[in-house]
């Protein structure tokens, strides 16, 4: 087995962020315009994580200077790879990126019966905030999940004049 790297996606990963989506996410995956939207968008990223020249799993992520907060609207890793590390990984370069850029507050949504990705998250020092009813459809509640930096050890931007 090789290493997993991840870098950012560009338009070319489009048909295998594509894959992926079907894989994790189904009927509930996110079209076509939507992905391409995060790729080339100033201020969205995509990562994806790759072992050779196959790509295992994706995050797709939202960057708010403005409020200095990141979102991340999606992690996902093919089925038969999960359990190996790769969500966790994408997790930590998410958050680097939005370190990057001086944030300090992230936030996700999880569906409340995943128990990996939510003890993942937890671990992580994401904490629940509220719960989503029927965020995923009828009966498939979500938590909303936060991180917050501590802003005395937060990275300072200064911006020249």
Not at 26 to 37: D, I, L, Y
Not at 54 to 77: F, H, N, P, Q, T
Not at 109 to 124: F, G, H, K, T, W
């Amino acid at each position: 087995m090789q290493a997993v790297n991840i870098r950012q996606a560009d338009e070319v990963d489009l048909p295998e962020l594509l894959k992926i989506e079907e894989d994790c996410f189904g009927s509930e995956r996110f079209n076509t315009e939507t992905v391409r939207a995060f790729v080339i968008r100033d201020d969205t990223f995509v990562l994806i994580a790759l072992e050779g020249n196959e790509i295992l799993g994706s995050a797709m992520c939202m960057v708010s200077e403005l409020d200095l907060r990141g979102k991340i609207a999606s992690i996902a890793v093919l089925k038969q790879r999960r359990g190996t590390g790769i969500g966790a990984a994408l997790l930590d370069e998410c958050e680097k990126v939005f370190r990057s850029h001086g944030l300090v507050r992230y936030s996700l949504e999880v569906e409340a019966s995943n128990s990996l990705a939510i003890a993942l998250y937890a671990s992580r020092g994401y904490v629940v905030k509220s719960s989503l009813q029927d965020f995923y459809g009828a009966g498939r509640p979500a938590f909303y999940m936060e991180k917050k930096l501590d802003l005395q050890n937060a990275p300072v931007n200064v911006r020249s004049a």
